[in-house]
């Protein structure tokens, strides 16, 4: 008889994950906060659309290159351990941002954007580091019959801290000024550390047979391209975040298309998220059951179809309902890929095979938000939305033609 708990909030009644996904809110809280207030402060001191996309490659450069190491020191040292290291240096990232609005750091940008790229770059080494420790530490405060639940009380907890961060970020930055909006960053930042600290310590899988990290990265990676369904899984996003994506122009849309203020840029950075919520707390409750293959295709192609109708739109309450259709959308692949993803990886790789995972998903945003200001400022800021969006189509039905085991995958458990 199984002895864990059951139903639709069996995950969260575990004391130790309550305490991992509360520490994960404080931290998306905080991210998504400083990512509001970094961004609007870059343009007003820029007025250039490519310093937008700059700021996410600050961010994937150095996300990119600690990645495949970061999963490979995951799968050989106390997750936990890491973890925490990682957050204290978001802390200090944190920090540094409130460091320069003050009065005796404030003339270190004012004439350059350079130091808060180089904090960003910071945070971005963290964040590689980060992102395999959590993904292969959180199955192993839940037993794996709970794998589907967790990730989707985790999904919910995740995209209602990014909608309460994104708004309050614009709301604490248009009312109360960038000191009040970064010394929130701060205090959430250290709410998480703490209860990262009073999670319990778990021991590791067995490490695998591999000698010496390359070996062992080596086999993370052939793991990830030799199975057909994560591999598929992962490119279809890959591609649909690096094309079809237009969050990094928003501060653009919101300013000279949509004619509204920092006020309004939270309001519709928070509003993917809006209808991510709303798709993971109704999945906690009715999990997909049969062609998960199927919906994940249709949902990356509505995606895109959502974004090039926000870049057509003049009108602020249909470019946000075309938001919130977006963030539905790209919430059901989020829950359906990393579902396999824990499902299919064996314990002791998991590290490695999010470190993958993190370069194909995680940093393309990053990437897509280097993408978004380049073809920006090339081709105009609505046609790179519109262009992107067809990209986005033409990925999955290229996917769709080829990947026949993707196409017929039916269960994601």
Not at 188 to 200: K, M, N, R
Not at 388 to 408: C, H
Request: proline content about 4%; charged content about 10%; hydrophobic content about 50%.
């Amino acid at each position: 008889m199984n002895n864990f708990p059951t139903g639709p909030y069996a995950s969260i009644k575990i004391p130790d994950f309550r305490l991992f996904i509360s520490s994960r809110f404080c931290i998306t809280l905080a991210i998504q906060i400083q990512s509001v207030v970094v961004a609007w402060q870059v343009y007003a001191i820029t007025k250039d659309p490519l310093s937008l996309g700059l700021i996410g490659l600050a961010e994937a450069i150095p996300s990119i290159s600690v990645s495949l190491y970061a999963g490979h020191v995951a799968d050989i040292m106390q997750r936990k351990k890491i973890i925490v290291t990682c957050i204290s240096t978001l802390l200090l990232c944190s920090s540094l941002l409130l460091f320069f609005t003050l009065d005796i750091g404030a003339g270190i940008i004012t004439r350059s954007v350079v130091p808060i790229y180089t904090v960003i770059f910071i945070s971005g080494i963290a964040r590689g580091f980060l992102t395999p420790a959590l993904f292969s530490f959180m199955p192993q405060l839940v037993p794996r019959e709970l794998y589907t639940n967790a990730i989707s009380w985790n999904s919910t907890l995740w995209e209602t801290a990014t909608i309460a961060g994104l708004a309050l970020g614009g709301l604490i930055y248009g009312f109360y000024g960038i000191t009040s909006a970064y010394t929130i960053d701060v205090s959430l930042t250290l709410i998480g550390l703490v209860l990262a600290i009073s999670v319990g310590n778990k021991p590791l899988p067995e490490i695998t047979a591999e000698e010496g990290v390359v070996e062992k990265i080596k086999a993370g990676l052939r793991f990830v391209f030799h199975n057909k369904i994560i591999l598929s899984a992962i490119s279809l996003d890959l591609f649909a975040v690096l094309f079809g994506g237009a969050v990094a122009l928003l501060p653009i849309f919101a300013e000279e298309i949509l004619h509204t203020g920092p006020i309004g840029l939270g309001i519709l950075r928070a509003a993917p998220s809006i209808g991510a919520v709303c798709t993971a707390f109704y999945i906690t409750h009715n999990p997909i059951t049969k062609h998960a293959g199927k919906i994940l295709l249709s949902c990356v192609g509505g995606f895109g179809v959502c974004m090039i109708l926000f870049a057509l739109s003049t009108n602020f309450w249909l470019s946000l309902f075309l938001l919130i259709a977006s963030g539905a959308f790209d919430c059901i692949s989020v829950i359906i890929r990393s579902t396999l993803l824990q499902t299919l990886t064996p314990e002791n790789m998991k590290g490695r095979v999010s470190a993958v995972n993190h370069i194909f998903i995680g940093s393309s945003n990053e990437i897509g938000m280097f993408e978004s200001g380049v073809t920006a400022r090339s081709f105009g800021t609505v046609r790179s939305v519109i262009l992107g969006g067809f990209a986005t189509l033409l990925v999955v039905s290229v996917m769709a033609t080829f990947s026949k085991s993707l196409r017929t995958l039916q269960r994601v458990q």
